[in-house]
């Protein structure tokens, strides 16, 4: 559940201020060129018409991100030499592909848990995420027993030079139990061995490893050319591959910013939060439902969608059927007790999902 919530708040935190462009009408698709696309008839405006160079830059990039299988990232059977691999899938974030290894147990000593994993053994490989390094570059570094190491894409903007970001954690033991040593050594084997990969992944679309979701192809900025029929509004850079965040036009601050993440959710936390929010009892998560959607509505005017909770998905490769439950989260401030503009926002893009093949 800890490492569930952290990957929720590492989602959260995604939201970031940096250059605008006002942007009104419906999405197209670029062309890749760089140059803002002519408007016509039969093509009408689209948040990208308005893009700074910069921003229409990092838009296309990440549109080209979305379409890749993260899982193709990592090679396999080097990360099959650290320690048997349990499962191989998508991450709560669907730009990660998470390596979940076996983790013998033993007698722990605790009254309440019996047993715990042995402390010290790779636990969960991650790779996928992208960053703009900060002077780290393809040096493995720790935090406590979490080991982190990045490779340069060759790709740059304005945010810095990218790189794709690899970690790896190791299991704990018993509650009480002291931080183990991180084991970069073994995260710098497996992703000097994935390194020929990054140059040619595969596509989300053919991959056996991802838990495929049509939510996953739509254009998270997409929603802006909706809400700007009736107001003019900025997206906000940096751009993500699963996320966007927007503004109205000419406004600083974050009174009006808004920001859309889509994610993925294990079923069982799903049950729970849902549970939770049509008890009645919680004062800070509230029951609602977008377009038919079950979703939990915070007091901090958080919204998350779960999208067709009922039929989670899974990867088809046998080492691939974790099950997950698309998501969508929507976040700003509002001062309208029923956060009215962030659930109306968390509407358009429930209702991209369902339009989308």
């Excluded at 009104?24 to 696309?37: H, T």
């Excluded at 722990?108 to 960053?131: I, K, M, T, W």
């Excluded at 003019?232 to 591959?241: N, Y």
């Amino acid at each position: 559940m800890g490492a569930q919530f952290l990957g929720t708040l590492a989602i959260a935190m995604l939201v970031v201020s940096g250059c605008s462009g006002t942007v009104e009408g419906r999405a197209v698709k670029g062309d890749g060129s760089g140059a803002a696309p002519t408007s016509t008839a039969s093509q009408p405006p689209s948040y990208r018409d308005k893009l700074s160079p910069e921003l229409r830059k990092q838009v296309d990039h990440a549109r080209e991100i979305q379409k890749i299988d993260p899982c193709s990232l990592i090679d396999l059977e080097a990360a099959g030499r650290l320690a048997t691999i349990a499962s191989v899938g998508t991450d709560t974030r669907p730009i990660n592909c998470e390596v979940e290894y076996e983790v013998p147990k033993q007698p722990s000593g605790d009254a309440f848990d019996s047993y715990s994993e042995v402390p010290g053994l790779p636990h969960q490989l991650n790779g996928g995420q992208r960053y703009p390094d900060r002077d780290s570059g393809e040096t493995p570094h720790n935090i406590g027993s979490m080991c982190f190491m990045g490779l340069f894409t060759g790709y740059e903007d304005a945010e810095g030079k990218e790189t794709i970001s690899y970690s790896l954690t190791v299991s704990s033991g018993p509650s009480g139990t002291k931080d183990q040593p991180p084991r970069c050594q073994d995260l710098e084997s497996v992703v000097n061995a994935s390194r020929s990969l990054t140059a040619h992944p595969t596509t989300r679309s053919e991959s056996r490893r991802i838990a495929q979701s049509k939510l996953m192809t739509i254009d998270p900025c997409a929603v802006v050319d909706v809400l700007s029929r009736d107001q003019k509004l900025e997206v906000t850079g940096p751009i993500s591959p699963f996320g966007c965040v927007f503004r109205t036009e000419g406004t600083t601050g974050s009174a009006t910013k808004r920001s859309v993440t889509l994610m993925f959710e294990e079923p069982d936390i799903v049950r729970r939060a849902l549970a939770y929010a049509k008890s009645g009892r919680s004062s800070t998560s509230k029951y609602v439902e977008v377009l038919g959607m079950p979703a939990d509505l915070g007091s901090d005017c958080r919204v998350i969608a779960y999208l067709d909770p009922d039929h989670p998905v899974t990867g088809s490769d046998p080492m691939s059927k974790k099950p997950w439950v698309p998501a969508v989260m929507v976040g700003g401030e509002d001062t309208d007790p029923g956060c009215q503009s962030i659930v109306t926002a968390a509407t358009e893009v429930v209702r991209l999902y369902k339009e989308a093949k």
